[in-house]
């Protein structure tokens, strides 16, 4: 495995054997909120809070069909939303 890091000091990619390359964006106060891996798939992060108290509010995908899930402030209070996608014929 190769490591780049940005001028931050945050990794910034990890690039296997085979050159492919799984790359992180991160918030001005370091935390994490984009993970693009290597066959085009996005994940993001939403967050309330900076650095090391920053809480997860909402984590999605651009892949279809894959769920989402919302949190709240309100202890216990999640919502995980389910895409489905169906083709007719």
């Known amino acids: 495995m190769t490591y780049e890091y940005d001028e931050r000091g ?24 984009l993970r693009q891996l290597a066959g085009g798939a996005e994940f993001y992060w939403e967050w309330q809070g900076e650095g090391k108290q920053a809480r997860a ?23 995980h939303v389910k895409r489905q996608t169906t083709r007719a014929g």
Do not use: C, K
């Not at 990794?11 to 909120?33: C, H, K, M, P, T």
């Not at 509010?57 to 919502?79: F, I, K």
């Open 10 to 33: 945050q990794l910034s990619a990890a690039i296997n054997a085979a050159g492919e390359a799984e790359r992180y964006q991160y918030r001005d106060d370091y935390v994490f909120s």
């Open 57 to 79: 509010m909402r984590h999605w995908s651009n892949l279809p069909n894959l769920d989402h899930v919302l949190w709240d402030e309100q202890p216990g209070a999640v919502t």
